[in-house]
């Protein structure tokens, strides 16, 4: 029988959790991924056009 973690259920735990007791660091967490996704989308187009 193996167990596998599933990462992204936990990172959503912590953060909720984070957020319940210290809800300022929303702000950073929003800003974060906003960056975050903005910069993954951008990404291909940043390198250039394609060859």
């Known amino acids: 029988m193996t167990t596998t973690l599933m ?14 007791f ?7 967490v929003v800003a974060g991924y906003l960056i ?6 951008l990404y291909p187009h940043l390198l250039g056009p394609a060859l």
């Open 7 to 20: 990462i992204q259920p936990l990172i959503a735990l912590i953060a909720g959790l984070v957020i319940l």
């Open 22 to 28: 210290v809800p300022r660091v929303l702000n950073y």
């Open 36 to 41: 975050l996704v903005g910069l993954i989308g």
